[in-house]
């Protein structure tokens, strides 16, 4: 029987910091469980969190969707429920417009033609 590696909070947010490209706080990680976006296990007597690669997978899709604006009680629903219509359409909703809208963000900021950008 193999025994699933676990990861602290410090390697987890590092880990997703390199994977994604962005700034993963500790406490960013430790919010999501707090907001009841996540359930960790605890371990050992400092009952330190100890989390799964699943649960990181969980944790970036919790990052992506928060990142494209999605409200946390929809991030709720559809951990629990992947095929709930009203939150898939959200979802889908939210990413066709940022598709849309990519492209010409891209535009303005290499142009530098949003207010304030010199």
């Given at each position: 029987?193999?025994?699933?590696?676990?990861?602290?909070?410090?390697e987890?947010?590092?880990?997703?910091?390199?994977?994604?490209?962005?700034?993963?706080?500790?406490?960013?990680?430790?919010?999501?469980?707090?907001?009841?976006?996540?359930?960790v296990?605890?371990?050992?007597?400092?009952?330190?969190?100890?989390?799964?690669?699943?649960?990181?997978?969980?944790?970036?899709?919790?990052?992506?969707?928060?990142?494209?604006?999605?409200?946390?009680?929809?991030?709720?629903?559809?951990?629990?429920?992947?095929?709930?219509?009203?939150?898939?359409?959200?979802i889908?909703?939210?990413?066709?417009?940022?598709?849309?809208?990519?492209?010409?963000?891209?535009?303005?900021?290499?142009?530098?033609?949003?207010?304030?950008?010199?």
């Open positions: 029987m193999e025994i699933e590696r676990t990861f602290s909070v410090a987890v947010a590092g880990k997703l910091s390199r994977e994604l490209d962005t700034n993963v706080t500790e406490s960013r990680v430790r919010n999501y469980e707090i907001e009841g976006l996540l359930t296990e605890r371990t050992g007597d400092n009952n330190a969190r100890q989390f799964t690669d699943d649960d990181i997978e969980k944790i970036k899709i919790i990052i992506v969707l928060v990142d494209i604006g999605i409200a946390k009680e929809d991030i709720k629903i559809y951990l629990t429920e992947p095929t709930n219509a009203r939150v898939v359409a959200l889908a909703d939210r990413i066709g417009t940022i598709s849309k809208f990519l492209p010409i963000a891209k535009e303005a900021v290499a142009k530098k033609t949003f207010k304030g950008i010199k």
